[in-house]
């Protein structure tokens, strides 16, 4: 062994704690050897800047603008579905019953297929009423006559139930 190389050369007292050499970063915290509390606070501080610049970062780069658009509407809108992409959850249709299990049914399922396929609210309604056959039909066409002209496309899916459960469950 050469004593003059620092890297393979320690001295180990008769206690049996070995003694660094010089030029070497100091010993990890260990029982016999507790952490400089002023030290501690500085690797703290430093690590947190370095946290705060990670996630400065991260935040930066999920509200960087899209095309065409805000970041924040990208961020909070649902992305819209094709009527095509609906069409493929296979929607139930609906011809009109007397039965409120055979409509509150039609509902239920109506409700699944939003779910799987991720509808967003103001599709649900227009997307809905492509699925009703026969009465069912003609009672939503005379709705649509029945209000201010472009009110029916604005209708929500609860203002749709009310109206529809209205007239097949009652």
């Known amino acids: 062994m050469d004593a003059n190389n620092d890297d393979n050369f320690h001295l180990v007292p008769p206690g049996g704690d070995e003694i660094p050499p010089e030029n070497s970063q100091p010993s990890q915290p260990s029982p016999n050897n507790p952490p400089d509390q002023s030290s501690l ?3 703290l501080l430093v690590r947190i800047q370095e946290l705060e610049g990670q996630v400065k970062k991260s935040s930066e780069s999920q509200q960087s603008p899209t095309k065409g658009g805000s970041s924040e509407a990208s961020i909070s809108k649902k992305p819209t579905i094709s009527y095509k992409v609906f069409l493929s959850c296979a929607p139930p249709k609906y011809e009109g019953s007397d039965d409120p299990i ?3 049914s039609w509902i239920r399922e109506m409700e699944q297929t939003f779910t799987s396929c991720d509808c967003d609210e103001e599709h649900k309604v227009p997307y809905a009423v492509r699925q009703l056959k026969g009465r069912a039909l003609i009672w939503w066409n005379s709705i649509k006559v029945a209000m201010p002209k ?4 604005k209708l929500g899916w609860e203002a749709f139930l009310e109206l529809f459960q209205k007239e097949f469950c009652t």
């Open 41 to 43: 606070i500085a690797q």
């Open 102 to 104: 055979i409509t509150f």
């Open 150 to 153: 472009g009110k029916a496309d």
